[in-house]
T-cell receptor
Framework: AQTVTQSQPEMSVQEAETVTLSCTYD???????LFWYKQPPSRQMILVIR??????QNATENRFSVNFQKAAKSFSLKISDSQLGDTAMYFC????????????FGTGTRLKVLA | KAGVTQTPRYLIKTRGQQVTLSCSPI?????VSWYQQTPGQGLQFLFE???????NKGNFPGRFSGRQFSNSRSEMNVSTLELGDSALYLC?????????????FGSGTRLTVV
């Protein structure tokens, strides 16, 4: 069974600095997608970034980038130039393409950006 | 472009009652999924619908049911409510294949069972 582990329940970072959130997963699938979602206090989950497993190049979206290590089954999120609006819960998610039609979410990391 | 709309935002119900939650996906999104979010269990998959058909179901009892209409709007129903059903219920819609595009989530319905 697939699992997703986020080992950092809470983190904090100073505004304008860089922070890295960790995520590891376990799967026997070879083709899958990985996502980071952000859930601010407003409750709405927002897609931050996604990575296709067959692509070796790490995905980047503005200040957000990932370090995808397929062999190590690791998928960390780096936030550069942290902003107060980045304060949120961050969830790592795994989605296979073999037909189970559901995501596996990690337990989340609560990130607080300090002024 | 309107986002995913969930109604109501908050709901308080008594044990034993039933409840219906509604979700209107983004226009053009035919895939709708439901998740239950609790502090203890995190995000748990409930069901996924595509073109009015339930494509997959999570490990929830039969008290949890859902449906999707021809306009892609979806409802989920919980009968005989229990205290443990208190949670944030999130609806998400997507283009197909949804694993390629990722979800767009609504703001959720906060259900409190007393």
């Amino acid at each position: 069974a697939q699992t997703v582990t986020q080992s950092q329940p809470e983190m904090s970072v100073q505004e304008a600095e860089t922070v890295t959130l960790s995520c590891t997963y376990d799967t026997s699938e070879n083709n899958y997608y990985l996502f980071w979602y952000k859930q601010p206090p407003s409750r709405q989950m927002i897609l931050v970034i996604r990575q296709e497993a067959y692509k070796q190049q790490n995905a980047t979206e503005n200040r957000f980038s990932v370090n995808f290590q397929k062999a190590a089954k690791s998928f960390s999120l780096k936030i550069s130039d942290s902003q107060l609006g980045d304060t949120a819960m961050y969830f790592c998610a795994f989605r296979d393409t073999s037909g189970t039609y559901k995501y596996i979410f990690g337990t989340g990391t609560r990130l607080k950006v300090l002024a | 472009k309107a986002g995913v709309t969930q109604t109501p935002r908050y709901l308080i119900k008594t044990r034993g009652q039933q409840v219906t939650l509604s979700c209107s996906p983004i226009s053009g999104h035919r895939s709708v999924s439901w998740y239950q979010q609790t502090p203890g269990q995190g995000l748990q998959f409930l069901f996924e619908y595509f073109s009015e058909t339930q494509r997959n179901k999570g490990n929830f009892p039969g008290r949890f049911s859902g449906r999707q209409f021809s306009n892609s709007r979806s409802e989920m129903n919980v009968s005989t409510l229990e205290l443990g059903d208190s949670a944030l219920y999130l609806c998400a819609s997507s283009l197909e294949p949804e694993w390629s595009y990722g979800y767009t989530f609504g703001s959720g319905t906060r259900l409190t069972v007393v």
